[in-house]
């Protein structure tokens, strides 16, 4: 079951903040934060375990709600560098077999 | 250490042949998946090796797709009889174990099918 993220796409100025939504219709173990640039394979940002805290790494965090079954991605005072797609992907059973499933991605666009 | 490798990093070949895209792992990652990425698009998972399981391949589109990994390592990826909709980015992905860990991606094949 492919997770929904909102928005679709954003643009910020440098310096705003912004949140992404990542969404499932299925109880969630894991949530998993990529960034893709232009023209590159995604990189990592951060996994977020049920059970876990909220992660964190300069100024992009993420959180895990349970309940609500949906992580959010916090940029804050967004740099030209955090331009890219950012998908989540969404693991919904533990267990060393269970695949990742990723969303649609969300465009995020910083201009000075 | 060297981390996910793919070959080749281009590939236009002509529709209705078949064509075979490599992906070298990271040694010792015992999960592997492929993704297709369309122009502009999200990652679509294509298929998924867990160690000596049954892979899942819930994902390929068609039976003109398949995939082997051969020895746990080197895995394999074949479209036969291509298409023009095939052309995309092809992109490998190991994790050191199941879903809970960070992928690593490879740098992807882009296919064009003319």
């Known amino acids: 079951q492919q997770p929904v993220q909102s928005p679709q796409a954003v643009i910020l100025r440098e310096g705003e903040d912004a949140v992404i939504n990542c969404s499932s219709s299925k109880a969630l173990y894991s949530v998993h934060w990529y960034r893709q640039k232009h023209g590159e394979a995604p990189v990592f940002l951060m996994i977020l375990l049920k059970g876990g805290e909220q992660k964190g790494h300069e100024k992009i965090s993420a959180s895990f709600n349970e309940k609500k079954q949906q992580s959010s991605l916090y940029l804050t005072a967004s740099q030209l560098s955090y331009s890219g797609t950012y998908f989540c992907g969404t693991e919904t059973d533990p267990g060393g077999y269970q695949k990742v499933t990723f969303g649609t991605g969300t465009k995020l666009q910083v201009i000075p | 250490g060297a981390g996910v490798s793919q070959s080749p990093s281009n590939k236009v070949t002509e529709k209705g042949k078949d064509v075979e895209l490599r992906c070298d792992p990271i040694?010792?990652?015992?999960?592997l998946y492929w993704y297709r990425q369309s122009l502009g698009q999200g990652l679509e998972f294509l298929i998924y090796?867990?160690?000596?399981?049954?892979?899942?391949k819930s994902g390929l589109p068609s039976d003109r797709f398949s995939a082997e990994r051969t020895g746990g390592s080197v895995s394999t990826l074949t479209i036969q009889r291509t298409q023009q909709e095939d052309s995309a980015v092809y992109l490998c992905?190991?994790?050191?174990?199941?879903?809970?860990?960070?992928?690593?991606f490879g740098p992807g094949t882009r296919l064009t099918v003319t």
């Open positions: 090796f867990q160690g000596n399981s049954a892979p899942d």
């Open positions: 040694s010792g990652h015992t999960a």
């Open positions: 992905a190991s994790t050191p174990w199941g879903a809970s860990y960070e992928q690593y």
